[in-house]
């Protein structure tokens, strides 16, 4: 299993930008996937997550409305698209995925992809 993450960069607030993760070596069938993010002197927290029996599902309320993640079966990759950015969701955005049918948290990703890194900043 490989994850490779792109897309991130630097922001102005309240703009947008769409995180790809490139999957290798497993489908959503067996998966679970989701993004997670690493703020400065913080733990990785769970944003948004995808599997077989859980379509779609936000970790943290403050993404709501804001964030949507989704699955390109053609191009085993997934996305997040990141709208009305603030300052607080600066962090290093990751992929991370994990067999079985439900998504779980950080903790229990066996497969992690690399970062990218997300600065919102007037």
């Known amino acids: 299993v490989q994850l490779q993450a792109s897309g991130g960069g630097l922001v102005q607030p309240g703009g947008s930008l769409r995180l790809s993760c490139v999957a290798s070596?497993?489908?959503?069938?067996?998966?679970?996937i989701g993004w997670f993010r690493q703020a400065p002197g913080k733990e990785r927290e769970g944003v948004s997550c995808?599997?077989?029996?859980?379509?779609?599902?936000n970790a943290i309320d403050s993404v709501k409305g804001r964030f949507t993640i989704s699955w390109d079966n053609a191009k085993n990759t997934l996305y997040l698209q990141v709208n009305r950015l603030k300052v607080e969701d600066t962090a290093v955005y990751y992929c991370?995925?994990?067999?079985?049918?439900?998504?779980?948290?950080?903790?229990?990703?066996?497969?992690w992809g690399n970062g990218t890194l997300v600065t919102v900043s007037s």
């Open positions: 995808i599997s077989r029996d859980d379509a779609s599902k």
């Open positions: 070596g497993f489908t959503l069938d067996d998966y679970a």
């Open positions: 991370g995925a994990v067999e079985g049918r439900h998504c779980r948290g950080p903790y229990d990703m066996a497969f």
